[in-house]
């Protein structure tokens, strides 16, 4: 009697265990169910869980979210003193040519932190051995190139008031040296083929970044009959257009460089705050560099993104030298992964630079220098006289209060 009892004891605890792994892998429909969520939203035993390594049950982690930082800067553009001061460079290390690394030195640290650096190349590039031109129709040397792909630049822009100096065969050399240094660049074209295609640039991390860049004119210099394709003019519905292609075309973050403004003005233009705002409402454009005025203009947030309306100068040497135009600031703007692989700001700030004149031309990252204990007097005087102007000329819109960090 008593083995008989421990039998159908038995057979019940069986049977009430068998329920129960059923009840725990099924709906009650039949279907299978899906495991609980864990607090952080994922599924325990999903790959990146560690629990599903070890083989206990754990909460498994998210993947992390994906960023990108960009860099943008002012124009490069190089007046006769920059490239003598390149040569004086290149003899003092007993080479010959140009040497504009040394330049250029004192932003490396800043360039290379950026995952996308973007530079402005204002001007047309001469023959290797010149003759070299400056203004008011420029062909600079392409050894400047040199100086900004070592620095950690990854593409320029080529869409200026001087894209068409030297015509289409100076056109057609700057992309040819572009190519050979390794740097990408948007603005201009070679051909309507090349003008077509999208110029997205993919990050270690899998971002693809997209660009686009436009002149509001060419010095009036204009593009062959039947090749307006030679250069970008700015126009804002072709910009709408262009920015959804590149969207359409896989970018997950487009930034619009614009050549616009009025030349050593402090303030956007009427033209230059209502097109930022058009373009800007539109949701395939995530950011305006703005360059051309050769003084630093405000930074605004129009629609939760940025719009820097003109970076100032980043290297240069104009005849009369007026302390606005050796200013210059490079935005450093980091967007995040959130919903829907929607990228949104997460950060920006501005980096002010300013153009050294003596001894020796060099671009000055000024928030580095200034945090120096070295620095002369007279020269931390001039430096932070600068900054301050520079902190000045970003705020006139209120982006302090509206999150942007100036260094």
Same mark, same amino acid.
């Given at each position: 009697?008593?083995?008989?009892?421990?039998?159908?004891?038995?057979?019940?605890?069986?049977? !009430?265990?068998?329920?129960?792994?059923?009840?725990?892998?099924?709906?009650?429909?039949? %279907?299978?169910? $899906?495991?609980?969520?864990?607090?952080?939203?994922?599924?325990?035993?999903?790959?990146?869980?560690?629990?599903?390594?070890?083989?206990?049950?754990? &909460?498994?982690?998210?993947?992390?979210?994906?960023?990108?930082?960009?860099?943008?800067?002012?124009?490069?553009?190089? #007046?006769?003193?920059?490239?003598?001061?390149?040569?004086?460079?290149?003899?003092?290390?007993?080479?010959?040519?140009?040497?504009?690394?040394?330049?250029?030195?004192?932003?490396?640290?800043?360039?290379?932190?950026?995952?996308?650096? &973007?530079?402005?190349?204002?001007?047309?590039?001469?023959?290797? %051995?010149?003759?070299?031109?400056?203004?008011?129709?420029?062909?600079?040397?392409?050894?400047?190139?040199?100086?900004?792909?070592?620095?950690?630049?990854?593409?320029? !822009?080529?869409?200026?008031?001087?894209?068409?100096?030297?015509?289409?065969?100076?056109?057609?050399?700057?992309?040819?040296?572009?190519?050979?240094?390794?740097?990408?660049?948007?603005?201009?074209?070679?051909?309507?083929?090349?003008?077509?295609?999208?110029?997205?640039?993919?990050?270690?991390?899998?971002?693809?970044?997209?660009?686009?860049?436009?002149?509001?004119?060419?010095?009036?210099?204009?593009?062959?009959?039947?090749?307006?394709?030679?250069?970008?003019?700015?126009?804002?519905?072709?910009?709408?257009?262009?920015?959804?292609?590149?969207?359409?075309?896989?970018?997950?973050?487009?930034?619009?460089?614009?050549?616009?403004?009025?030349?050593? /003005? #402090?303030?956007?233009?009427?033209?230059?705050?209502?097109?930022?705002?058009?373009?800007?409402?539109? $949701?395939?454009? /995530? @950011?305006?560099?703005?360059?051309?005025?050769?003084?630093?203009?405000?930074?605004?947030?129009?629609?939760? $993104?940025?719009?820097?309306?003109?970076?100032?100068?980043? &290297?240069?040497?104009?005849?009369?030298?007026?302390?606005?135009?050796?200013?210059?600031?490079?935005?450093?703007? !980091?967007?995040?992964?959130?919903?829907?692989?929607?990228?949104?700001?997460?950060?920006?700030?501005?980096?002010?630079?300013?153009?050294?004149?003596?001894?020796?031309?060099?671009?000055?990252? @000024?928030?580095?220098? @200034?945090?120096?204990?070295?620095?002369?007097?007279?020269?931390?005087?001039?430096?932070?006289?600068?900054?301050?102007?520079?902190? %000045?000329?970003?705020?006139?819109?209120?982006?302090?209060?509206?999150?942007?960090?100036?260094?």
């Amino acid at each position: 009697m008593r083995r008989l009892a421990a039998r159908r004891l038995a057979r019940t605890s069986a049977a !009430t265990a068998v329920a129960l792994l059923l009840a725990a892998g099924c709906t009650s429909s039949g %279907g299978h169910r $899906k495991p609980a969520p864990s607090a952080t939203g994922a599924h325990p035993g999903s790959a990146s869980s560690s629990a599903g390594e070890s083989g206990s049950t754990g &909460i498994a982690q998210r993947a992390p979210r994906r960023s990108v930082t960009i860099l943008g800067s002012g124009d490069v553009l190089i #007046h006769p003193q920059l490239w003598q001061q390149a040569h004086a460079d290149a003899r003092a290390e007993g080479r010959p040519g140009y040497d504009f690394g040394p330049m250029y030195a004192s932003i490396a640290p800043d360039v290379r932190r950026a995952d996308v650096a &973007i530079c402005e190349m204002e001007t047309p590039l001469a023959p290797r %051995g010149g003759p070299f031109v400056g203004w008011p129709n420029f062909s600079a040397p392409p050894q400047v190139l040199t100086a900004l792909k070592g620095v950690g630049y990854r593409s320029c !822009t080529t869409a200026s008031n001087h894209t068409l100096d030297q015509g289409y065969t100076g056109l057609h050399r700057t992309l040819d040296d572009l190519d050979a240094a390794g740097l990408r660049h948007t603005g201009s074209a070679r051909s309507a083929a090349e003008a077509a295609r999208p110029l997205i640039i993919t990050t270690a991390s899998g971002v693809r970044v997209g660009q686009l860049a436009y002149s509001f004119n060419f010095n009036g210099h204009e593009p062959a009959a039947g090749q307006a394709w030679e250069a970008n003019l700015i126009d804002v519905p072709a910009i709408l257009a262009a920015a959804h292609r590149l969207k359409r075309a896989g970018a997950d973050v487009v930034v619009l460089s614009m050549h616009w403004g009025v030349e050593y /003005d #402090h303030l956007a233009t009427a033209e230059q705050r209502t097109q930022a705002h058009q373009l800007l409402a539109s $949701k395939d454009i /995530d @950011l305006i560099l703005g360059d051309h005025a050769h003084v630093v203009q405000p930074a605004e947030r129009i629609h939760g $993104k940025w719009v820097f309306y003109c970076m100032g100068n980043q &290297i240069s040497r104009h005849a009369d030298p007026i302390a606005e135009s050796r200013e210059g600031v490079m935005p450093m703007i !980091t967007f995040t992964e959130g919903g829907h692989h929607r990228f949104r700001v997460s950060s920006a700030v501005a980096i002010p630079t300013w153009m050294q004149d003596d001894p020796a031309l060099r671009l000055i990252d @000024l928030p580095r220098s @200034l945090a120096g204990t070295s620095l002369p007097a007279a020269r931390r005087s001039e430096q932070q006289a600068a900054h301050q102007a520079i902190v %000045g000329y970003l705020d006139a819109y209120g982006a302090r209060h509206d999150g942007l960090i100036v260094r």
